[in-house]
């Protein structure tokens, strides 16, 4: 057996310290290489998931941000003129940029023109509705008026969050765009059967039931228009119209609408009881002779100029 020496043991001894140096460090590179990818492996899941969210909240957005669409036909003013036999005039649907035409009231003062600003989940509105609607729709029918229904949509946040107002609109912007000639019958419709303001609104589905009552042709398209809910950004950009103003062929100052509903009989606003047909029929026979007075009143003849002698 043969002793080591003490300069084999230092040798062995410096041997194993390298050995423990070389297999520290590489330790010590697989570890920083472990971490490393360890951190790349974790910015790369951060920016997948954010490049996940972000895609997330932009097909949201997108999904959420309707794309302008042309507005309904036959309410080419922001609203609906309803006359003889309570058909209504036909005019073509406006392109989405287009500015509103508003309707032209009659020259000879031989029909009134009615036209009203309304909200159906205004209760006023219900109650003018319902006290003079019917008798309304009895004058249109014979010929002796016009009137020009307006929906507008300013009550959306008060019914608990299903934005009633703007489907109800909604809903009349489609049967006026589908079927105009059934559109009076179903606007006195919703009004008979208005609900609370506190409540949440008339479903879709009910919605689509008095659009069958009013007798509308057409009915699959229009329940289509509902659900899709086709003419909410027109509905909101006519509601924002009328609130800016102004109001044409009307004597409102400021001419703009502040509240609902509003009612112009030949161009004067009415502001007496939205409860008595008798009061409103007073001021439609008032508004109608004074027109009609303004149309048929001789014209003051213009003095014409003699010629002076000559000299």
């Not at 041997?15 to 570890?31: D, I, S």
């Not at 509105?125 to 004058?139: D, P, S, T, W």
């Not at 509905?235 to 009328?242: E, L, M, Y």
Request: charged residues 25%.
């Amino acid at each position: 057996m043969t002793n080591a020496s003490p300069s084999d043991d230092r040798e062995n001894q410096n041997r194993g310290r390298e050995a423990a140096r070389v297999k520290a460090r590489t330790l010590r590179e697989k570890q920083k290489k472990k971490e490393k990818r360890g951190r790349a492996i974790l910015q790369g899941g951060i920016a997948v998931a954010v490049v996940a969210a972000l895609a997330i909240i932009a097909i949201i957005i997108v999904g959420s941000v309707r794309p302008p669409v042309s507005g309904p036909k036959n309410m080419a003013s922001d609203g609906i003129v309803i006359g003889s036999g309570l058909k209504a005039k036909k005019t073509q649907a406006l392109p989405p940029t287009a500015e509103p035409v508003a309707s032209t009231p009659d020259a000879t003062g031989s029909v009134v023109t009615i036209r009203l600003y309304v909200d159906y989940f205004c209760r006023t509105c219900g109650q003018f509705a319902r006290a003079n609607g019917k008798e309304i729709g009895e004058l249109a029918k014979s010929g002796a008026v016009t009137v020009e229904v307006h929906p507008i949509a300013l009550l959306s946040s008060l019914s608990s969050g299903t934005r009633y107002s703007l489907r109800a609109a909604n809903a009349a912007a489609c049967v006026a765009d589908k079927a105009p000639n059934s559109f009076y019958r179903f606007h006195l419709l919703l009004f008979e059967h208005q609900p609370k303001e506190s409540s949440s609104g008339l479903t879709d589905d009910q919605l689509k039931s008095y659009v069958t009552k009013s007798g509308a042709s057409h009915r699959h398209s229009i329940e289509r228009c509902i659900d899709d809910g086709r003419f909410k950004t027109w509905v909101q950009a006519a509601t924002d119209r009328a609130v800016a103003g102004p109001i044409p062929n009307s004597d409102l100052k400021p001419s703009k609408l502040d509240a609902t509903p509003l009612v112009i009989v030949n161009g004067k606003h009415y502001k007496g009881s939205l409860t008595s047909a008798r009061d409103f029929k007073s001021f439609v026979l008032q508004a109608s002779g004074e027109t009609y007075q303004a149309s048929t009143a001789s014209p003051v003849p213009t003095p014409t100029a003699t010629a002076e002698p000559q000299d």
